[in-house]
């Protein structure tokens, strides 16, 4: 019975994903997500009470999304450089995919969802990159003494900010190309570590 919900769930949200993608929230009505859900209308509240009701979900989805998409690329094996430039990959690649997405998830989040909410959804995100540069720290690829917990949250919420900027508000803040800010972003933060 749960993994029918669950399905069910999954669909309204992956068919909220496509819709808005590619009409916007504004002009999404609840009726055109459970069509491309194949859902009954009555499923959808459900879940959810109102369309902005989504908003919270949605983020959290594309959050694990990056998550996902970040874990299933690094493995214990990479070096920490390694796997800087590929969560940096990820999260470019993301961002650029979900823009849309990401530009109402902000709004949802800024009219009537905690903060804290999304830093609760932050954690699984945080305390694997915390295991990532103890592992680091443990190979002497960054400094002894960085302060892991500190720079967990500014290195996360950099490179998402930096991906944010370059495909929410078209900056590539002077550089000549996106790959090249990558790389500079790459570099600051390890300079930042060693």
């Known amino acids: 019975m749960r993994v029918k919900k669950?399905?069910?769930?999954?669909?309204?949200?992956?068919?909220?994903f496509k819709v808005i993608e590619e009409k916007?929230?504004?002009?999404?009505?609840?009726?055109?997500?459970?069509?491309?859900?194949?859902?009954?209308?009555?499923t959808f509240y459900l879940y959810f009470k109102s369309k902005s009701d989504?908003?919270?979900?949605?983020?959290?989805?594309?959050?694990?999304?990056?998550?996902?998409?970040?874990?299933?690329?690094?493995?214990?094996?990479?070096?920490?450089?390694?796997?800087?430039?590929?969560?940096?990959?990820v999260t470019f690649n993301i961002t650029e995919r979900y823009k849309e997405v990401i530009v109402l998830c902000y709004s949802g989040l800024a009219y009537g969802h905690s903060f804290e909410k999304w830093e609760e959804m932050y954690?699984?995100?945080?305390?694997?990159m915390e295991k990532q540069l103890k592992l680091a720290q443990e190979r002497n690829e960054i400094a002894q003494e960085t302060k892991i917990q500190f720079n967990v949250q500014v290195i996360i919420n950099m490179i998402e900010q930096t991906a944010e900027r370059t495909y929410l508000f078209n900056s590539t803040t002077g550089m000549?190309?996106?790959?090249?800010?990558?790389q500079e972003l790459f570099n600051f933060i390890k300079r930042a570590l060693i």
Do not use: C
């Open 123 to 128: 954690t699984p995100y945080y305390n694997w």
């Open 6 to 16: 669950q399905e069910k769930y999954d669909a309204i949200l992956d068919a909220a």
């Open 176 to 182: 000549d190309s996106v790959d090249h800010l990558k």
């Open 24 to 42: 916007s929230f504004e002009n999404t009505s609840i009726s055109d997500i459970v069509k491309r859900a194949n859902v009954a209308q009555g």
């Open 54 to 89: 989504l908003v919270p979900a949605i983020a959290e989805e594309l959050l694990t999304k990056t998550y996902d998409m970040v874990i299933k690329h690094v493995n214990d094996s990479m070096s920490f450089n390694q796997k800087l430039e590929t969560i940096i990959d």
